[in-house]
């Protein structure tokens, strides 16, 4: 039983592909993973990282699925439905941008270190 939950979590996973701003994010991702093992990062700062990464990413998902859901259950537009998926487009919004800021902290003072050694 636990094993097809697993199952149906990869299901939404693969879906979550699908969706053009997940692959935004996931090109996000990949630059700071990359930014961040080149920049020799610290284990607290990693989970920052992980942190953030998984933030977006959750809220990606969630309104993915506000919007399937409310696709399914009112096909035609109604005012109710485009709040719903306007909040949910927010709470992306708002999770990409705290992201942006825990990046600028974790990766800014390494690439000020960085470009004065570069000098």
Known sequence: MRLRSFGHALRGLVRLTRETNARIHALATVVVLWAGYFLQLAALEWAL??????????????????????DAAV??????????????????????????????????PHLVTLSRELR
């Open 49 to 70: 990282i992980a942190f953030a990464i998984g933030l977006v990413l959750s809220a990606e998902a969630l309104n993915t699925a506000v919007e399937s859901l409310a």
């Open 75 to 108: 096909p035609e537009p109604h005012p109710l439905v485009g709040a719903a998926k306007d909040l949910g487009a927010a709470a992306v919004l708002i999770a990409a941008l705290a992201a942006v800021a825990i990046a600028a902290l974790v990766l800014g």
